[in-house]
């Protein structure tokens, strides 16, 4: 049983890249609340939750000492604390990659030329780790947090290794990724004990699942079409993931209305294929929830 006044603690990004999704994931599970300026917490209503705001680097420590149940951070910024935490979900946002990328006109190809040289990065823990695992040892890594990239240029560094997301910082700058060393998003993080007490594992789970709905309603898209009734069988397997469509008569003999969802990052493809089959009409609206 919960104890009276107790509520479980998620700890978010305080004002950055994730911040925005972060708060979106939760309003999203129902959990209610009130963000006020230079608050560093907000009780949650509709559910017993509180969350935290900290600047990312903060969270996998803070999680793992059990100063907040859960948190959502980077993957890379947990790989490069070390922090004993537990992941529970990847929440497919805040994507990115960590890269090691050298000055176009160096004409370094390969990180094994980086012997010997200097390599800028917010993130050496990571980046030792790899260059360990490669068998590259001697390299000067030189930690520096901010601006990376501007390092070449200052003759601080012959490479970096920073997050590549669309490119175009490392583009403005002539630098040419080189090596990934690790793929990163943002993921949904426990403390080890919290997952162990039944009243807190049973509220984590249930934030869970409405986390997992509204991320799977995301991705999905309601899909409304009338279509010639003799097209129904193709149409139903054109239509992918789909368990079993809506199919209502309409007024005009020979046609139908068809209702189902379709994965969005497909939807373009099927909807070229459904008006090949004769489908008219289709009306695409997005879901708010897509509880299974
Ligand atoms: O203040 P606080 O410490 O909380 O924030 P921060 O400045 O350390 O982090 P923030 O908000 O910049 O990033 C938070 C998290 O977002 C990171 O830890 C990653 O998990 C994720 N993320 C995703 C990124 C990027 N994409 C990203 N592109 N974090 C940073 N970048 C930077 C990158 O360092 C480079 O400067 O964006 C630039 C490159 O972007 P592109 O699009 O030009 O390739
Ligand atoms: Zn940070």
Not at 144 to 164: Q, R
Not at 192 to 215: A, H
Request: net charge negative; charged share 25%; aromatic share 6%.
């Amino acid at each position: 049983m919960k104890p009276d006044g107790n509520n479980i603690k998620i700890a978010v990004q305080k004002k950055g890249r994730l911040s925005e999704f972060s708060l979106e994931i939760l309003k999203s599970s129902g959990v209610d609340f009130e963000i006020h300026q230079g608050r560093l917490f907000a009780r949650c209503r509709k559910f017993p939750l509180d969350i935290i705001f900290l600047r990312d680097d903060d969270i996998p420590e803070y999680v793992q000492d059990g100063n907040s149940d859960l948190g959502i951070v980077g993957s890379n910024v947990v790989s490069e604390t070390g922090a004993r935490v537990v992941t529970l979900d990847a929440l497919g946002f805040g994507r990115c990659e960590l890269s090691i990328a050298v000055p176009g006109k160096s004409g370094l190809k390969k990180v094994e030329e980086l012997e010997g040289k200097r390599i800028a990065t917010s993130y050496p823990n990571i980046l030792s780790g790899f260059l360990d695992e490669k068998g590259i040892r001697d390299v000067n890594i030189v930690e520096i947090h901010g601006s990376v990239e501007i390092t070449p240029s200052m003759d601080v560094a012959d490479a970096i290794c920073d997050l590549v997301s669309t490119g175009s910082t490392m583009r403005l700058h002539e630098l040419v990724p080189i090596e990934t060393v690790l793929e990163s998003e943002a993921i949904l993080i426990a403390n080890p004990d919290t997952l162990s007490e039944g009243w807190k594992l049973e509220l984590v789970e249930r934030l869970r699942f409405r986390i997992q709905s509204y991320l799977r309603a995301r991705k999905t898209k309601y899909v409304m079409m009338n279509a010639p009734e003799e097209s129904l069988e193709k149409i139903r397997q054109t239509l992918p993931g789909m368990k079993s469509p809506t199919v209502l008569p309409l007024a005009r003999e020979g046609l139908i209305a068809i209702h189902t969802a379709v994965p969005e990052d497909q939807f373009w493809n099927v909807a070229e294929q459904l008006k090949e089959f004769g489908a008219t009409d289709i009306l695409v609206v997005p879901i708010e929830k897509l509880v299974l």
